[in-house]
């Protein structure tokens, strides 16, 4: 063996044993994304089969193939576009009015004086973040109901007619992008709120020295202070635009709100799971992951030349 290959093989022995209660930490990060999202790709090979699900796991390579059926098949449908816009505006509609809220909340929070009333206001905001999805839908039922909900008791108090949200199209992406903000935007402020902490002391006091008003401190210290911040949870946001929770759309929609409810994701767990069309649901999953890559390679890049950060 030569003498580089040894000093190599030696030093990289070195290294695992050096850290090896690091890479123990490590293990359990490794097999879980090994196992369940590295190893399940090899199913992507679906996509361009036509496979049946009693030929097994040997099926995957002994399937028919069919090439690109499943995509011609999907593009061509009524329902491709439908879906497209649809997964494309509850993401696009959740990060305009959704991104920006705990920022403003993290400054907010940042300025009061009070520091009892700031604890109090963020674990009162944090709480929602740890509600099961389950529970906020059924909440959502209760107090919208048409006939129960104390929503429409309102409504029609106030002279208005009762209306019925939960299957209303109209209604659904509202719903959607708000009790979602509600629900993140308290425990989505921390990480804004710890980088506001970390601006340098003596900066508020020159500023302050200098006649500074607090909005002028939040213009032109804490927002540039943060913007790096910012601009990295906006890449990461950007990258996952299209991927629209599955399980509270799946809890919230029915057959009359598929006009502006069905997404992707349900329509893939329709036709894989409901109509056994392994095939057709692969390829359509498929395509919804390579358009969320691409998100994330634009993003990146144009975070790069815009504003000299990115993720890599």
Avoid: C
């Amino acid at each position: 063996m030569p003498v580089r290959a040894q000093r190599t093989r030696r030093s990289l022995g070195f290294l695992i044993m050096r850290d090896r209660h690091l890479l123990l930490m490590f293990l359990p990060v490794f097999l879980f994304y090994l196992i369940f999202a590295y190893l399940p790709m090899v199913g992507l090979v679906m996509g361009f089969e036509d496979f049946k699900l009693g030929s097994g796991f040997e099926g995957l390579f002994t399937s028919k193939w069919v090439g690109f059926k499943w995509f011609s098949q999907f593009f061509s449908s009524v329902f491709a576009w439908r879906l497209v816009r649809n997964t494309f505006l509850l993401s696009f509609y959740s990060l305009i009015f959704g991104f920006p809220v705990p920022i403003i909340f993290a400054v907010a929070i940042t300025q009061l004086r009070s520091r009892r009333v700031a604890k109090t206001a963020q674990v009162i905001t944090y709480l929602p973040y740890f509600i099961s999805t389950v529970v906020v839908v059924g909440m959502m039922t209760n107090f919208l109901s048409p006939s129960t909900g104390i929503i429409n008791q309102i409504i029609e108090r106030l002279g208005g007619k009762r209306i019925n949200f939960m299957s209303d199209p109209s209604w659904f992406r509202k719903l959607y992008v708000i009790s979602g903000s509600w629900q993140s935007f308290g425990f989505n402020s921390i990480i804004f709120v710890a980088a506001i902490m970390g601006i340098d002391p003596s900066l508020y006091e020159a500023m302050e020295v200098d006649g500074a008003s607090r909005w002028q401190r939040i213009v032109h210290l804490i927002i540039p202070g943060i913007s790096d911040t910012i601009i990295l949870l906006l890449i990461m946001t950007l990258g996952n635009l299209l991927n629209v929770g599955f399980e509270k759309v799946y809890l919230m929609y029915s057959p009359a709100v598929y006009e502006t409810g069905d997404v992707i994701s349900t329509y893939v767990y329709r036709q894989g799971i409901e109509n056994h069309k392994y095939g057709y649901a692969a390829a359509v999953g498929l395509f919804y992951s390579a358009v969320g890559f691409f998100f994330v390679m634009t993003s990146n890049r144009l975070s790069r030349k815009v504003t000299g950060s990115s993720l890599w």
